[in-house]
């Protein structure tokens, strides 16, 4: 791998900030692991499931990697720019018509990062055989499930709890998209530790089984999946959404998103105000990036 790609990758830009606002108890603290800050394009947890994919593609001799998403997948955008920088090819199967001259800002920087698009309709990307049919046409590429969602991407995810100082934290929060993320951190929490996924996709149930495909047989962590928070469904951003992302940032100086993050953090306040966390908890937030999926709105909705 190239040694400008490492650089641009430091694990220095990533930081643990303490925050406290107006809805916090008193008797609780918390801090936010940035990993949005660890690269613009490849941000928050897209490169750790990406990782040890790309070390894979590279010693398996690859032409490059293989994977899927929608248009505003911060996989896909991730996906482009890391190959790219490490010498890969890249093709993304997209979910949708190719809307022509109108693309989203997501696939036009992934085509102008060297990443093959190919549309398919929503009823064939649902459909596994669609994926298998290009795995077939694209034998020397390596294929990565949509969102990562592999062993090597879990493996890779293990690798957060250790950037910085994080053991004295009683709980680990983390949005949940495909459970990759969450099941490297139970895979490397201390055994006190309890680690909480906030699924934000609208009855994911089946997110407990993807879970506990990826953990190791001797993980002693204590986990759970609360599905409450979704606001609506993946993609879907009410109004009080938005004001409370704003608010959060007006308050804490901490961008979110939309997708992730944002609901993450509106999750742990709900959960703190019903009296979830016993007193002299230390919560942990995973802020997994993706704030490129804030492009989706318009320019004035939110306030950063």
């Not at 949940?176 to 055994?191: E, F």
């Not at 996709?201 to 993807?210: D, I, N, P, T």
């Not at 001797?218 to 608010?247: E, M, R, V």
Request: charged share 15%; hydrophobic share 40%.
């Amino acid at each position: 791998m190239a040694k400008s790609y490492l650089t641009m990758l430091s694990y220095s830009n990533i930081t643990l900030d303490a925050f406290h606002t107006q809805w916090l108890p008193d008797h609780i603290q918390a801090a936010m692991l940035r990993l949005d800050k660890l690269h613009p394009a490849i941000s928050g947890n897209k490169w750790f499931k990406l990782k040890h994919n790309i070390e894979a593609a590279k010693a398996d001799r690859c032409n490059g990697i293989l994977t899927c998403g929608g248009a505003y997948s911060n996989h896909i955008a991730a996906t482009a720019l890391a190959c790219k920088l490490a010498g890969l090819g890249a093709l993304g199967i997209i979910r949708g018509e190719e809307h022509h001259g109108n693309m989203s800002h997501t696939l036009t920087t992934a085509d102008e990062n060297g990443m093959g698009l190919v549309f398919v309709s929503r009823e064939d990307y649902r459909n596994r055989t669609t994926l298998q049919a290009y795995e077939i046409l694209f034998p020397d590429y390596h294929v990565v499930p949509e969102g990562g969602h592999n062993a090597l991407g879990a493996s890779g995810c293990e690798e957060i709890l250790s950037i910085l100082p994080t053991t004295d934290f009683t709980h680990i929060l983390c949005a949940a998209g495909t459970g990759t993320t969450l099941a490297g951190l139970i895979n490397s929490a201390a055994p006190a530790q309890q680690v909480i996924g906030i699924p934000v996709l609208k009855g994911a149930r089946y997110l407990e089984q993807e879970v506990r495909d990826l953990l190791h047989p001797a993980n002693t962590a204590s986990w759970q999946l609360l599905h409450d928070f979704h606001c609506g469904g993946y993609g879907k951003h009410p109004a009080h959404l938005i004001d409370f992302i704003n608010t959060f940032h007006a308050a804490t100086g901490i961008p979110t998103d939309i997708i992730y993050t944002g609901k993450l953090v509106m999750a742990f306040r709900d959960l703190a105000q019903q009296g979830y966390f016993p007193d002299g908890s230390k919560v942990l937030l995973i802020h997994t990036g993706g704030l490129q999926g804030n492009l989706s709105l318009a320019p004035d909705v939110l306030s950063f």
